[in-house]
């Protein structure tokens, strides 16, 4: 894997994910980013298939909030399942 990152931010910009012939297959692209408390977010991450071009995944969160508390039973598989 190879992670490229801001110098100024230390945020993740992209990483590269190797097989094990070290030929490129996904790559892991992070923008957008929103900063809490000095930490930066991504808002945008796309998933890229190097294997077969144009095959991607996105994920844009628009809807997020930070310092809230979340309690254990949200992470048993029942409240994964219905939403918590």
Known sequence: MVLTADAATYAPLDYVFFDQREQAVRRLTFDAFVTVDE??????????????????????????????????ACFEERALERGC
Request: negative net charge.
């Open 39 to 72: 930490l930066h977010f991504p808002t945008h991450i796309e998933v890229e298939n190097l294997l077969r071009p144009g095959e991607r995944t996105v994920m844009v969160i628009e809807d997020y909030e930070f310092g809230i508390d979340v309690p254990p």
